[in-house]
Nanobody, 122 residues
Framework: QVQLVESGGGLVQAGGSLRLSCAAS????????MGWFRQAPGKEREFVAR????????YYADSVKGRFTISRDNAKNTVYLQMNSLKPEDTAVYYC???????????????WGQGTQVTVSS
């Protein structure tokens, strides 16, 4: 089992940047593919980005491609989401998640963090 704790959210103006972190407990972090999802008020949770166990492969939602970068440091049991050129429509609660398999659906992920709020003002 793994526990996930996100941090780094906050309020930023449009065009600004934020870096989210997700710290994982346990000694098997490198066994999991990791993903970031987000959920805006009144909307369903949506996939943002994922990264493979060894960080060789990454994949992004079209809405964030070219602006967001997912990375991980297995020595620190941490996954990151660098968010640049933020837009008001990026406002949401952002969740990190761990998966035994690779995927873009919530059902593919076994463990979830509590979320961190990102608010982008226009």
């Amino acid at each position: 089992q793994v526990q996930l704790v996100e941090s780094g959210g906050g309020l930023v103006q449009a065009g600004g940047s934020l870096r989210l972190s997700c710290a994982a407990s346990g000694r098997t972090f490198s066994s999991y593919g990791m993903g970031w999802f987000r959920q805006a008020p009144g909307k369903e949770r949506e996939f943002v980005a994922r990264i493979s166990r060894s960080a060789v492969t990454t994949y992004y939602a079209d809405s964030v491609k070219g602006r967001f970068t997912i990375s991980r440091d297995n020595a620190k049991n941490t996954v990151y989401l660098q968010m640049n050129s933020l837009k008001p429509e990026d406002t949401a609660v952002y969740y990190c998640a761990a998966s035994y398999v690779s995927g873009t659906l919530s059902e593919h992920y076994d463990y979830w963090g509590q979320g961190t709020q990102v608010t982008v003002s226009s």
